[in-house]
T-cell receptor, first 110, second 116 residues
């Protein structure tokens, strides 16, 4: 079966650090993606992990542990514009398609 | 480059009506996808295509048909719309998995469909 879990909502303070977790149980694995989606807009790509470890890209980092079926997205120096939904998605071995979690709605407060 | 475009942006249908959503990409991507997004449900894959002339079913294909006659276009059809198909529809495209680099999907702006 396919199951991807993320917290539904999170709140954090401007300037702080927040970690959004994602756990998955899927039939096969060929990479994990994080997307950002602002209200009323399309998802945009943030990061991709296919091997264990940390990938850093500016204020955003993503971590993967394949043996634990676990990933997190770390956002540093939070800004108000980071208020958005963050989507975790797993790529099965064939076809390029993605299986998405329900998304985590992050609210950044002043 | 326009990236991924979708038409129309908004549409209201009555139950039983039909319509076609058009997706176009100018990135020469092999793969294309149609998703629907509903509150609390995340993005769910309807149909996808790994090349011109090929299509495959995703998680929620019932009530929809697709065609990929040209590499750059992917059409989603609703033959007899139902209120349960009220949703936001996103098209996406990506390189084939063997093309190298992160095979991220690029999304269009979405079509907001209401079925009364």
């Amino acid at each position: 079966g396919q199951n991807i879990d993320q917290p539904t909502e999170m709140t954090a303070t401007e300037g702080a650090i927040v970690q959004i977790n994602c756990t998955y149980q899927t039939s096969g694995f060929n990479g994990l993606f994080w997307y950002q989606q602002h209200a009323g807009e399309a998802p945009t790509f943030l990061s991709y992990n296919v091997l264990d470890g940390l990938e850093e890209k500016g204020r955003f980092s993503s971590f993967l542990s394949r043996s634990k079926g676990y990933s997190y997205l770390l956002l540093k120096e939070l800004q108000m514009k980071d208020s958005a939904s963050y989507l975790c998605a797993v790529r099965p071995p064939q076809g390029g398609k993605l299986i998405f979690g329900q998304g985590t709605e992050l609210s950044v407060k002043p | 480059n326009a990236g991924v475009t979708q038409t129309p942006k908004f549409r209201v249908l009555k139950t039983g009506q039909s319509m076609t959503l058009l997706c176009a990409q100018d990135m020469n991507h092999e793969y294309m996808y149609w998703y629907r997004q509903d509150p609390g449900m995340g993005l769910r894959l309807i149909h996808y295509s790994v090349g011109e002339g090929t299509t495959a079913k995703g998680e929620v294909p019932d009530g929809y048909n697709v065609s990929r006659l040209k590499k750059q276009n992917f059409l989603l059809g609703l033959e007899s719309a139902a209120p349960s198909q009220t949703s936001v529809y996103f098209c996406a495209s990506s390189k084939a998995g063997t093309s190298g680099g992160a095979p991220e999907q690029f999304f269009g702006p979405g079509t907001r469909l209401t079925v009364l």
